[in-house]
């Protein structure tokens, strides 16, 4: 089945610096990844949906000069979150669709970031 | 914006079904109902999803209204690691997924 890879699976750094997290998808093609913020006891927010050779589309709220979504090739989005604060420390979580699939989307299996 | 409703939390004993309803009363007729789940700390899982007919598969069985305003997953054997968060989910083909606050389910041994 479609698998999506997230590293890394957690990262801690300091406040101030930036982050970059990697999604690919191993075994399929996928043009829209989608990037998701989960705080504890929360349920998943959409941040983002991420176009392979073209702009993010952000949620409205979210930041898109903090966090950089670059969706170079057909398996590969990264989320770099930039000048990191620790209210930035939560759990982001990607995941892509798969090609011509109604099958809905495959979730990686999520990054735990902590800002200290 | 979420489409559903369903109960913050529920219980069930090992071995037995696990019902978990969903309200989704507003559904269109394009939107497919979704169910995944979370396990703590990992990603979302795919379950099962449907149109209009109910539907199995290998984890779990979807009833869904006649009028589609509201839809049942049911675990047959629910297992302790069943326990997890259970999202219901409306959705047009190709549109985001937007998670409501989903269903607790704790299985008791």
């Known amino acids: 089945g479609a698998v999506v890879s997230q590293h890394p699976s957690r990262v801690i750094c300091k406040s101030g610096t930036s982050v970059k997290i990697e999604c690919r998808s191993l075994?399929?093609?996928?043009?829209?990844m989608f990037w998701y913020r989960q705080f504890p006891k929360q349920s998943l927010m959409l941040m983002a949906t991420s176009n392979e050779g073209s702009k993010a589309t952000y949620e409205q709220g979210v930041e898109k000069d903090k966090f950089l979504i670059n969706h170079a090739s057909l398996t590969l989005s990264t989320l770099t979150v930039t000048s990191a604060h620790p209210e930035d420390s939560s759990f982001y979580i990607c995941?892509?669709?798969?090609?011509?699939?109604?099958?809905?989307?495959?979730f990686g299996s999520g990054t735990r970031l902590t800002v200290v | 914006d979420a489409k559903t409703t369903q109960p913050p939390s529920m219980d069930c004993a090992e071995g037995r079904a696990a019902n978990l309803p969903c309200n989704h009363s507003?559904?269109?007729?394009?939107?497919?109902v979704y169910w995944y789940r979370q396990i703590h700390s990992q990603g979302p899982q795919y379950i099962i999803h449907g149109l209009k007919n109910n539907e199995t598969n290998e984890m779990a069985s979807l009833i869904i209204t006649e009028d589609r305003k509201s839809s049942t997953l049911i675990l047959p054997h629910a297992t302790l690691r069943d326990t997890a968060v259970y999202y219901c989910i409306v959705r047009e083909g190709g549109n985001q997924f937007y998670f409501g606050t989903g269903t607790s389910l704790t299985v008791i041994p």
């Open positions: 995941s892509a669709r798969v090609r011509a699939s109604n099958y809905g989307y495959t």
């Open positions: 507003t559904i269109s007729g394009n939107e497919y």
């Open positions: 075994d399929f093609q996928a043009t829209t």
